[in-house]
């Protein structure tokens, strides 16, 4: 089994320089080296080649549509020629907006996929529901094939056709839900244990109902979206979005084992690592922390 490794060095998703540096620093906290030691076979594909396209102008109130579009594009592309060579996946993000290609490029090759979004946000707003306009708030209604009727035609994703339906998306660590986010997950029963649910159930029960309500046979590739803002900030602080009472370390270890543990895991995204947006040790804490998730979805065994 080969996991192939691609950057993404991209922060036009939101407004805060540094998740493209994102890739690099989990490089030098040896997040390779880590996966490798797992007796893992890594390969590094390096980085997607980001081009600022010129004169990107806002579309009503969404910013670098058309950088945005054209990165992931390329990422889907990258992530589709891996998977389809039979390599899962482990995408550096970069901020959320790359789950817009990981997922679709994941969809061309395994259409069948499920997705356990785990973030603290939703990032189910629509180009017109969004207040911030940032396209990091809003990957999951470029996919959805239920949403594709109340979002307009954004310009440079014409490329991205929706691949998903909302019954085989699943959130865990939701805390920071916007109005519309709800009345959508409302509206079409998307599956979602908040930080509320992991409280009253225990992060056991959270992952056992989560799997079993997408993929009930236990047959189909997994793509777990991770945004490392589900985690609590005083573990991951250098990130974009941070916000309070989130997944505990071994919370998140858990999670990471039992989707492990399934030996469907096909494609992990790692989304809004920050390395400005905090002080030298709490980047450190941040990438350390990461890393030390990013291995137990690889198979690290705390019982040895
Ligand atoms: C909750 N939705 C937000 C944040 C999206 C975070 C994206 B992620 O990838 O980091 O998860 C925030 C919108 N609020 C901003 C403050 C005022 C109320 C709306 C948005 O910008 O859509
Ligand atoms: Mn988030
Ligand atoms: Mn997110
Ligand atoms: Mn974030």
């Not at 922060?11 to 007796?39: D, Y």
């Not at 790359?98 to 061309?108: E, F, N, P, R, V």
């Not at 979602?192 to 189909?220: C, T």
Request: contains cysteine; negative net charge; glycine residues 8%.
């Amino acid at each position: 089994e080969t996991l192939g490794v691609i950057g993404f060095p991209f922060s036009k998703g939101q407004p805060r320089n540094g998740t493209e540096h994102g890739p690099n620093v989990l490089r030098e906290a040896g997040i390779i080296t880590s996966l490798q030691s797992l007796g893992v076979n890594v390969i590094d594909h390096g980085d997607i080649e980001i081009e600022v396209v010129p004169r990107d102008e806002p579309m009503k109130n969404v910013r670098n549509p058309r950088t945005v579009a054209a990165a992931n594009k390329k990422l889907s592309d990258a992530v589709a020629k891996l998977v389809k060579m039979n390599q899962s996946v482990l995408a550096l993000g970069g901020d959320h907006c790359m789950a817009i290609g990981s997922i679709h490029g994941h969809a061309q090759v395994e259409p069948n996929l499920v997705v356990v979004w785990v973030d603290a946000h939703a990032d189910v707003n629509t180009p017109l529901t969004s207040v911030s306009g940032n396209i990091h708030g809003m990957p999951l209604s470029f996919l959805l094939k239920e949403l594709e009727e109340f979002v307009p035609k954004v310009p440079g994703f014409e490329w991205c056709k929706p691949c998903l339906s909302v019954r085989d998306l699943v959130y865990i660590g939701l805390r920071d839900v916007d109005p519309a986010e709800r009345l959508i997950i409302e509206k079409f029963g998307i599956h979602a244990y908040s930080m509320q649910e992991v409280d009253k159930y225990g992060i056991k029960e959270v992952v056992e109902r989560a799997l079993n309500q997408v993929d009930p046979s236990g047959v189909r590739p997994i793509h777990v979206s991770f945004d490392v803002d589900a985690m609590d900030p005083t573990l991951t602080p250098a990130t974009g979005t941070p916000v309070s009472g989130g997944l505990s370390l071994r919370e998140s270890f858990y999670l990471a084992e039992e989707i492990s543990n399934t030996g469907r895991l096909s494609v992990l995204d790692i989304a809004e690592v920050n390395p400005l947006l905090s002080t030298e040790d709490k980047r450190k804490l941040t990438v350390i922390n990461t890393t030390d998730v990013s291995t137990k979805f690889y198979g690290y065994r705390r019982q040895g």
